[in-house]
């Protein structure tokens, strides 16, 4: 099968991007790196009348660290993100994220905005995003504004993007005085789909778990923080024992709709958390 046909521009200018997009009464679709857009194009679950390419805007992509955030342009590839020694030191878990998304082949062209916009439920960066309290910043004709990462996903697939909006960039806060970790399991191993995914944000002191933040990915159609099971932790020594920690994460995590085998996804959640809490728990004690 392939895809309808449609009408294609590739501005270069940031202004350029916007103003194509606002065409009413046609369906405009962006291309960013197009490792989720193609496929769907091709099996015509998209059907554009407009495909607005962004590869050409210089201006959409790189990377600033500064001392209390960190700006990332949506057109960043998630490689860069993975291999950025400055972005690697400021935030860790965004650079090690990064570096979990599919092959490497996919990273050279998937971007973080393309990412975000994809919105699929267990994917990586969104879940990070979250963790981290980033910001989405959105621009259009009608000029900009900036939605929590909490809540730019609606849903599988959906985002608060209007169509003629432009994702120009993700701003991180580098405050909070935690120390985040991802992980996940895939299908096929470590270069396959993402099934669940945990984002683990911690403050450790003499032992003990001062701080925590806790956002699961793949339990439902966005991202979720739980926060019953951050106070749970509070106070408990990182090293354990967590009694009934992974039955605290199912329920949890398990309140919203979620995907067949919700559950059993819940209970991958509290398994994973468990082990990034001993993972820590072993950096502690060297």
Known sequence: MT?????????????????????????????????????LLTR????????????????????????HRVRI????????????????????????AAASVAHPHIRVRSTLGGSLCHAAPAAELPAVAVALGADVVLRSVRGARSVPAARFATGAGTTVRAPDE??????FPRTGGLTYE????????????????????????????RAARVVVAGCGPVPVRLPGVEAELAGRPVAGPHPGLVA???????????????????????????????????????
């Open 73 to 96: 342009g949506a057109m960043t590839r998630l490689r860069d993100l993975e291999q950025h020694a400055e972005l690697t030191a400021a935030l860790p878990v965004l650079a090690s």
């Open 166 to 171: 432009l994702l120009t960039e993700v701003v």
């Open 3 to 39: 895809a309808v046909a449609f009408d294609y521009t590739a501005p270069t200018t940031v202004d350029a991007a916007v103003r194509a997009l606002h065409s009413p009464g046609l369906a405009v679709t962006p291309l960013a790196g197009g490792q989720s857009l193609v496929p």
């Open 44 to 67: 015509r679950e998209v059907r554009p009348d407009v495909v607005v390419d962004l590869n050409g805007i210089s201006g959409l992509a790189g990377i600033d660290v500064a001392p």
């Open 248 to 286: 605290s994460v199912g329920r949890e995590a398990a309140r919203s709709p979620g995907p067949e085998g919700q559950e059993y996804r819940a209970e991958v959640a509290g398994v994973l958390l468990l082990r990034a809490l001993a993972a820590r728990a072993g950096r502690e004690e060297r």
């Open 182 to 209: 991802f992980s996940e399991l895939c299908t096929r191993g470590s270069t396959g789909y993402p099934v669940v995914g945990v984002c683990l944000g911690l403050h450790v002191a003499d032992g003990l778990v």
